[in-house]
Every structure is written in C-alpha cells, then in structure tokens.
C-alpha cells in the first residue's frame, strides 16, 4: 500500500487485498453489503440505472448519500448551515467471462472543498483461483486556495478509515451469505455500510437515462 503527495494535484492511495473467497461469493457481497454495522456514515443507496449489454456486461449507476463530518479546524471556518450531506455516484462493469468487477465512485457536491475519486477492480486471484484479489485506488484533490494542502490530508486519513469499514463491511456480508465460518481477509482490511433511509429533499433528481460513460 502506498500513499502520498503528487505535488498540486493532490493525494493518491492504492492497496492491493486478497479475499480468502472466490469472486461469485465477493460479488454477490459487494451487491448485498448495506446495511451493515461498521459504515454507519453512508446513509442511503438507490439504482439509477442498470443495463445487461449485449457482450453481457452489467452496468450499474447508484447514487450513495453519506455524512459529512468536517474537522473541527473547518467547522470553524465554513457556514454552519453548510450541507453535511455527501452525494456520491457509483459506476459499476460486471464481467462474467472475465470475473471481474470494476468500480469508480466520485463526489457530486462539496468538490470545490474536496473530490475524491476511487476506482476498484475485484477479481479472480490468479494464483489462487478460490481467492478474489481487490486492487483500490483513489485521488483525494482540493481547489480551495489556501487550504488545500491541510484538505487533501485530512480527505486522505478519512479516506483510510472509511476503506477499512468497507472491507470489514463487505466481510459482514460475506459471513451472511457463506454457510462456513466467515472468511479471512489478508494484508489490509476495512468496511463499508449504509442504512436505508429516505433521501434527504435537496438530493440530486436522480435520472434512469444511460450514463455518457462507465468507470
């Protein structure tokens, strides 16, 4: 795993996880992890779009809302009434043939205070065929004059704490769907988890047109 400056253009992070599961079981996780106990902070989850393409890939587009805790630091700075809540888009490739599953996500407000754009490839561990090998990588940049350094930190140690709830999320999930004991994860380890509630009135309308593009 590495993370660290890329002069004025943020911060970049990338960790490689081996999942003692094969990849049908990681899939069928990845699509059931919300609700779960270790990412309290993501709040909803709905499908904007989903299609089955003729070369059967699934695409999918989901629209994540999740809180937004600023540092006490910022709170001091930005307007109270500054919106706490996070819109985040989830693009999402399935392929069967390949056994592969690539994500990207990326924030739709607060991207002038900060963006985040992470990027995921799960798939079959090629030495281990009965393991599912995650790459993650993501890129944590601020445009805030003045700040930006201090943001982009900041964004970036959130961001390793959330990747880790994730993990361990998406081991809950696991556990559930799995009739033998909860598998093991390798190297680094975090989780992800979000509650079903209703959308907030000042969220994004959400669309079912085909996005322009996908991860």
Request: with cysteine; aromatic share 10%; charged share 20%.
């Amino acid at each position: 795993m590495s993370a660290g400056p890329t002069d004025d253009m943020g911060r970049y992070f990338y960790s490689e996880v081996h999942i003692k599961s094969p990849w049908d079981q990681v899939l069928a996780a990845f699509w059931q992890r919300y609700p779960n106990p270790y990412s309290t902070h993501v709040l909803t989850e709905d499908v904007l779009y989903r299609e089955v393409t003729p070369s059967n890939h699934l695409l999918s587009r989901k629209l994540l809302t999740k809180t937004n805790r600023l540092p006490g630091w910022a709170e001091r700075i930005f307007p109270a009434h500054m919106a706490r809540a996070v819109y985040v888009l989830e693009d999402s490739i399935v392929d069967l043939e390949a056994n592969t599953l690539i994500t990207k996500t990326w924030n739709l407000n607060h991207d002038t205070l900060m963006t985040v754009v992470e990027r995921c490839m799960f798939e079959q561990d090629c030495s281990r065929p009965t393991w599912t090998k995650l790459s993650r990588e993501a890129w944590i940049s601020s445009s805030l004059y003045g700040l930006a350094r201090p943001i982009q930190e900041f964004g970036l140690a959130r961001f390793k704490s959330n990747q880790a709830k994730a993990m361990r999320g998406l081991e809950y999930a696991l556990s559930r769907i799995q009739t033998e004991a909860p598998p093991h994860l390798h190297d680094d380890q975090g989780a992800s988890s979000e509650k079903h509630k209703p959308l907030p009135t000042q969220a994004p309308p959400t669309s079912t047109q085909k996005p322009n593009q996908f991860v």
